[in-house]
């Protein structure tokens, strides 16, 4: 197989992987929990360890699932 085709299988399979995975991101399942707003009197902090940090985004999620933010918004300084 050239080089030309080996490129366009690659691409068309990370298009694919990307396309299945946006679908799924946006799905509502229904054992989904029913969304709130949060409250804008109060603000919430936390303060995490970054030495131990391994980048898989679960305290943000457990953040903005705690708050029952639609989005969050967090500084990373």
Request: aromatic letters at 8%; one cysteine or more; a positive charge.
């Amino acid at each position: 197989m050239d080089s030309s085709k080996r490129q366009l299988l690659q691409q068309l399979g990370i298009l694919t992987v990307w396309r299945l995975t946006g679908s799924l991101a946006e799905a509502k399942f229904p054992f989904s929990p029913e969304r709130h707003e949060g409250s804008f009197r109060h603000r919430y902090a936390m303060l995490i360890d970054l030495r131990r940090c391994i980048g898989c985004q679960s305290c943000t999620v457990s953040c903005t699932i705690e708050t029952k933010r639609r989005r969050a918004r967090f500084a990373r300084r």
